[in-house]
């Protein structure tokens, strides 16, 4: 401000200055040069003024822009949580939604033990307890589409075992759930009484689904404790299988070693009680190979994709992770030192392309220890199986359809075969008739010629008697044949 004051004092001085130095000045110059004057003082305090308020916008967007990075500071925490670390917080916005999304992955929400009966052709699922009139849940289900399984009793437990079909929601109250039923995957089972477990997904595998912590939070079961569980859990008539048999044993080491290191398995088996086999040999793409990187890797990866869990797997054709637990957030990873990761066993050990292409083993491509070597079993991929019985059930559906048509076809032509045999019979019958008395006529002509022929003959032989005995008279009365008569 006092910069513009020195500048306005030196511009009125100039005005002072060149009025003292004219020798013939008109009134009216010395009128404009006032004004002149005036406008000038004017211009130089507005000048003063804006720069003046140009300077307090300037630090109130100085202060504005410190306080949106701070906003925006705490906006990612509580988004992202932690910047430096690569996975997200469990306080953060994305952690909570991770957690709820593998919560809810595979099977969403899940009703279980309704008691079923008819109601109009459909099925109404009254629930154990009955829900709040006030629930903001109690219409959310109108008109969606549910799974329902047929529970089964296993000694003491209770499971969802028989999958009945896809049912849409019809009606819902607090209390019951009205099912119009849209895929029925067998009649027989649908027609079954029991209760129902209704699923809003079809519930998808995931890794290590049975919890292998001891009840009492003490730590982690043992292999053989853990064993006993899962046969408890998951006893051989759920399953539809032999007690004690190979089949059964194969089945229960998929979820017993799911995670556990290949060395910890085979140490396992070399002691193993009650055994049939001691020898577990999984596909190459159930074994993942652990990794330490041993200085920072050499490019960036991807390691993140985009995609549904629950139709998608765990993992892209790429190898990228649609799981969100294994999500690391940045478009791109570089990897440091003593960074640990898991490869598949194919990728580590490398194998040839389709095209033709050969994909390296990764110590190849990076320098890295291997740690270990991980079993992580296949994963049943319930809704793609439903969704691939659904197309085997609409293929049969049009085979059968086309089955009935062709039989309907085949039938009346049959229909009209055995119209043209008979007709053929009938006219192949009236034929012998007519064959048989053609016979006849003809054996009563030959009769008939016969006898004709027999009486022309002795017709004949009667008049050869009678021409001698006229020969004999005419002879006998002038001594001369007698004249034809």
């Known amino acids: 401000m006092i910069t513009y004051l020195i500048f306005g004092l030196l511009f009125v001085l100039l005005i002072v200055f060149s009025i003292l130095t004219a020798k013939n000045w008109h009134w009216s110059q010395i009128v404009i040069l006032c004004l002149i004057y005036l406008v000038g003082v004017a211009a130089v305090f507005g000048a003063a003024s804006t720069l003046a308020k140009r300077r307090d916008a300037l630090i109130e967007v100085k202060k504005s822009s410190e306080e949106l990075d701070t906003l925006t500071e705490q906006l990612t925490r509580q988004r992202f949580g932690d910047p430096e670390n690569i996975r997200y917080s469990a306080d953060s916005l994305y952690g909570v939604e991770e957690a709820l999304k593998l919560e809810l992955a595979g099977r969403g929400r899940v009703w ?47 499971y969802p075992g028989k999958f009945v079909g896809t049912f849409r929601v019809a009606n819902e109250t607090a209390d019951s759930l009205e099912l119009e039923p849209r895929l029925l995957l067998n009649d027989e089972i649908y027609q079954l009484p029991g209760t129902w477990t209704l699923y809003e997904k079809m519930p998808s595998d995931q890794y290590q689904i049975f919890s292998r912590q001891k009840e009492d939070g003490t730590g982690e079961l043992s292999l053989d404790e853990f064993r006993a569980k899962l046969e408890t859990e998951l006893p051989p008539e759920l399953v539809g299988m032999e007690p004690g048999s190979a089949d059964y044993e194969a089945f229960i080491d998929q979820f017993l070693f799911d995670g556990r290191s290949i060395g910890e398995i085979e140490n396992w088996l070399e002691t193993a009680e009650n055994r049939i086999s001691r020898v577990f040999t999984p596909d190459p793409d159930e074994v993942f190979v652990k990794y330490r990187f041993d200085r920072k890797s050499s490019r960036s990866y991807k390691v993140d994709a985009q995609g549904n869990l629950e139709t998608d797997g765990g993992y892209n054709f790429l190898g990228e992770a649609i799981d969100p637990a294994l999500h690391l957030g940045p478009p791109d990873v570089e990897f440091g030192p003593d960074d640990e990761v898991l490869i598949d066993l194919p990728s580590a050990t ?28 296949q994963l049943y991929d319930f809704p793609a199986m439903f969704a691939d019985l659904r197309r085997q059930s609409a293929a049969l559906d049009a085979r059968t359809a086309e089955m009935i048509r062709q039989n309907e076809i085949q039938e009346q032509a049959f229909n009209n075969m055995s119209s043209q045999i008979a007709l053929r019979q009938e006219q192949i019958q009236k034929i012998q008739q007519d064959n048989e008395n053609l016979q006849k006529d003809v054996e009563a002509i030959n009769a008939l010629l016969q006898q004709r022929t027999e009486e022309v003959a002795l017709i004949r032989q009667e008049l050869n008697d009678l021409e001698r005995k006229l020969n004999a008279q005419r002879s006998g009365r002038d001594g001369k044949p007698l004249p034809a008569p």
């Open 112 to 158: 279980m033990n309704g008691q079923v009966a008819d109601a109009n052709g459909n099925r109404k699922f009254t629930f154990p307890v009955s829900r709040e009139a006030g629930n903001p849940d109690i219409g959310a289900l109108q008109n969606a589409v549910v799974f329902a399984f047929l529970d089964e009793q296993f000694g003491e437990l209770t």
């Open 350 to 377: 490398g194998y040839q392309r389709v095209d033709g292409s050969r994909v390296p083993a990764f110590p190849q491509v990076e320098s890295v220890t291997e740690l270990d070597r991980i079993y992580k079993r």
